[in-house]
């Protein structure tokens, strides 16, 4: 009788220990994906930041443009517009990080933008009075600082996705990505700028 009583005590013993232990096994698991989650959140938020100042930047540059290239006005119109749709793409991008239609969106309209703003620094080459501008010679130095941001904030965004992708894609990790909802994030392509692409000759 006490061997039977001793024995359904370790049984219980035991399964209270698996138990609690599974439950806090599974706690840890779970809170793993929400911080590497966060960390991809917050890493796109650090590129929003830099995105929002390279589009308050382009109002500025075209407006110092505009009164050397008057028989320009299609590519101006066409820089702002381009501007604009990468404003709303960014703000589509930024209530869901990681989105696979909100990345690509927002892929697609920053090199719309970038085309346009190549077009752009293309034509301001042959006008030597806007090269030697010292508001154009300014903003061309914020652009190249903004674009260098971007390009740091970019890389740890995706090596912050590619984290939560391998450990959501790993098991058993897998199967509370599965249970719970943890998406797959989308890595943000380059958003490549004619800054770094075009060498623009600007007289300091």
Known sequence: MNFDMSGTALFWSVFWVVLIGGILYFIALFNKLIK???????????IDVQLKRRYDL??????????????????????IQARNGAVTASSKARQNPGDSQSMGALGAAE??????????????????????????????????STENRITFARQFFNDAVMDYNTARESFPELLIAQKFNFPAATLLESIESPVERLAVRVKM
């Open 111 to 144: 090199s719309q933008l970038s085309s346009t703003l190549k077009g752009l620094f293309a034509l301001m080459e042959a006008y030597p009075q806007l090269q030697a501008d010292h508001t154009l010679s300014r903003l061309h130095e914020e652009l190249v």
């Open 36 to 46: 590497l989650k966060n960390l991809f959140c917050n890493g796109y938020a650090q």
């Open 58 to 79: 382009i109002p500025n540059l075209v407006e110092t443009a505009k009164s050397y290239l008057v028989h320009e006005r299609a590519t101006l119109e066409a820089v």
